[in-house]
């Protein structure tokens, strides 16, 4: 005979002497683990349902047999005479079954109404929902947004407090409304606030907790937000005045200090990536005739949050993929881009820098996207001009690419957009300065 037994915690022999006598007494010796666990829980539910059946007819109603052979007794039933309702069956055996039936549903029915009872509300709701956000998506800075926008627009909030199953279409409009008059909403800002409620109760009705979402039902009117001026165009790109200037000090910069982190500016004007893909350029990225890029990877920021809902400051990691499908793209590396990283490999290669073929390194060290801001932000302080980062030199790659004519299609593969409106609408600027435009204008329209 072969015995299985599984001292189930490791914790004492006293227990193991327990579990052989459970076997002994249930005269099951040859076992396994599993079928020892199906035992044990079996055992329970047998106890549970005694107990059930007890407490029925010690303290609501006995069971009797009638003249004819059927079984009786009464089930709780309020609302009906005298609080009950009669039940019976053929044999014993049955009635006890539908008795015990009816409890354990009634049980079963108490606990889903604990649980509605346990997440009644968008202050019980919106943890679960945001654990459940955080796996549709790999970005965990969306989610850090995500929490900053609860804390900024609902956070001391009644709405929060009230039981979800209420609510209803009209209210809710209300309260939106009142959200945009009062908070002086742009669309975009509105979109962010209101993705957290009407999220949560469609959560709440994937989860059975309402039957269906009242924030659905309704659309705010466009003309109620805040019309977005465009900004100017001196605050989005560097002007062509700029730019000559920004690119001096980064390769003094390297010049005097021996950082090729200050080359990542000049080669950004002249590729136009974003800066995570950026510091995760590596020299295998190199097509072999030298002339373009594989853009492939990116650096993203890593938001974990703590159990007591606030954030450990954040963290990057390299992640091998783009940020969209047409972020995985080849980039023309002009004459000068190809100078510029050619000089960087040949001072890693004199340092002996070469950790997983990165391109760019600091201190020995592959570098990170808050190594290029910094330099980025001492640039424009040594030449007195309005702090701008590398997006703003991406705008700047683009409206350069536009205004000498390439195709916008081409434009827009080369960033890695999906639809050319975005390269648009978003990244479009005159890089001009104004007593340019004046003169561009006034040979434009002599006579």
Aim: include cysteine.
């Amino acid at each position: 005979m072969v015995l299985f037994l599984c001292n189930l915690d490791n914790k004492s022999a006293e227990k193991d002497e327990l579990i052989w006598s459970f076997l002994a007494k249930c005269d099951i010796m040859d076992i396994d683990t599993g079928e020892l666990s199906e035992y044990i829980e079996m055992t329970k539910k047998e106890k549970h349902e005694k107990a059930i059946l007890q407490e029925h007819i010690e303290n609501f109603y006995h069971i009797w047999e009638n003249n004819k052979g059927v079984y009786l007794s009464y089930l709780p039933a309020p609302g009906k005479p005298k609080n009950r309702k009669s039940v019976s069956a053929s044999t014993l055996e049955k009635l006890e079954r539908k008795i015990i039936d009816f409890y354990l549903n009634k049980e079963k029915l108490e606990q889903e109404n604990d649980r509605k009872a346990q997440l009644s509300t968008l202050r019980q709701i919106y943890p679960q929902w945001l654990s459940y956000k955080s796996l549709e998506t790999t970005a965990s800075g969306y989610i850090r947004r995500i929490d900053d926008d609860w804390k900024a627009y609902y956070l001391t909030d009644p709405i929060i407090d009230m039981d979800i199953s209420k609510f209803t279409k009209a209210q809710l409009k209300e309260w939106a409304l009142r959200k945009i008059r009062e908070r002086d909403l742009t669309k975009k800002q509105y979109y962010n606030m209101a993705l957290i409620i009407r999220h949560s109760l469609e959560y709440a009705v994937d989860h059975d907790l309402i039957e269906k979402n009242p924030y659905n039902e309704f659309k705010i009117d466009g003309k109620l937000f805040r019309k977005v001026k465009k900004p100017d165009d001196a605050t989005q790109v560097f002007l062509t005045t700029e730019r000559p200037l920004v690119e001096a000090e980064a390769w003094l910069d390297f010049h005097e200090n021996g950082y090729t982190t200050a080359l990542a500016i000049p080669l950004a004007f002249q590729i136009g990536v974003r800066i995570g893909e950026l510091t995760a350029l590596k020299t295998t990225d190199l097509c072999r005739d030298g002339k373009y890029l594989h853009i492939q990877r990116m650096a993203q920021k890593l938001e974990r949050q703590r159990p007591d809902g606030s954030w450990y400051p954040a963290t990057w990691k390299i992640v091998e993929h783009a940020k969209s499908s047409a972020g995985d793209r080849y980039v023309y590396l002009t004459e000068e881009a190809r100078r510029i990283i050619k000089t960087i490999m040949d001072d890693n290669a004199e340092k002996h820098l070469n950790q997983d073929d990165f391109l760019f390194f600091q201190n020995g060290t592959p570098i990170t996207p808050t190594a290029i801001n910094s330099r980025i932000r001492k640039y424009c302080n040594h030449i007195n001009t309005k702090q701008k980062g590398i997006h703003k030199i991406r705008k700047t790659y683009i409206s350069t690419l536009l205004d000498a004519g390439i195709n916008i299609n081409e434009v827009r593969k080369q960033v890695g957009h999906e639809d050319e409106r975005t390269t648009l609408h978003n990244y479009t600027f005159n890089r001009a300065e104004t007593s340019q435009n004046e003169n561009d204008m006034e040979k434009a329209l002599a006579g």
